[in-house]
Structure formats: structure tokens, C-alpha cells
């Protein structure tokens, strides 16, 4: 919750590739108070079967610069995995490339005293997008 001097932060995140809230992302949350200064880690979370993350760290007075670090490795292996158990006996087409594109997602931005900031994360095995939300 913001007050009239600190900001507040909750995201969640949409596998677009499946159409379905990511559950059981680790999400840890990072402060600054000044594009110079370094950041401060606050802890983090996981988001829930609803692909929220309703419990992250109250960001501290001053906080300037936000940083969200969302961990969509072990997510996409349980994904792949699910799916390489259903199709066992499918013919393999696999690619040389990683098994995960985007091991990680960072996503920083400026934040005001004061103000909500909800930042959801798009997210499919190849690209991801955010945006400020409400």
C-alpha cells in the first residue's frame, strides 16, 4: 500500500503462449533512491496459480527506481517438461538452442511517492512484454 511518501508495487504475469496466468514464478524486488545510488534488495515472492504476486516488500521512503526480477527459467522447464510427458511418442523436433531463451526477466522503471504501480509481464518462450497497469 502507498502512502504520501513511499510508492507501492504488485505485478503478475500471463503466459501468452498458452493463454494462462505463469504460477510459481520467483519474483524478487529491488529499490533505489536515485538513478546513482545502489540498489537495495527487499525480498521477493512467487506468484500464485493466478499469476499474482500479492505479497511483495513495501518499497522504502525516498524510493526513486524500481526493479523487478522475475525468475521464468524453471517455469518454462516445468512447462516443456509437462509437454515432452504428454508427447512421448511423438516424433522429436527439437532445435540446437537453449531450452530457455529468457532464463530471466529485469524489468526497471521510475516510480513517484505516492502512487500504485501495477506491472504486469506478458511472457511466452521467445519474448515477453510489460506495462504500466492499473
Given at each position: 500500500m502507498s502512502t504520501s511518501t513511499t510508492a507501492s508495487v504488485s505485478t503478475h504475469i500471463?503466459?501468452?503462449?498458452?493463454g494462462r496466468p505463469a504460477g510459481g514464478v520467483a519474483v524478487r524486488l529491488s529499490a533505489r533512491p536515485g538513478r546513482e545510488a545502489d540498489w537495495q534488495a527487499l525480498g521477493g515472492s512467487a506468484t500464485d496459480a493466478d499469476g499474482r504476486c500479492k505479497d511483495l516488500p513495501a518499497l522504502p521512503e525516498g524510493t526513486t527506481h524500481v526493479r523487478l526480477d522475475f525468475a521464468v527459467e524453471p517455469y518454462f522447464e516445468k512447462f516443456a517438461k509437462k509437454q515432452a510427458d504428454a508427447q512421448q511418442d511423438a516424433p522429436a523436433n527439437r532445435?540446437?538452442?537453449?531450452a530457455v531463451f529468457f532464463p530471466e526477466v529485469a524489468i526497471t522503471f521510475a516510480v513517484v511517492p505516492g502512487e500504485h504501480y501495477h506491472v504486469p509481464l506478458l511472457l511466452n518462450p521467445f519474448g515477453y512484454s510489460v506495462y504500466r497497469g492499473s
Open positions: 500471463l503466459d501468452t503462449s498458452v532445435d540446437s538452442g537453449p
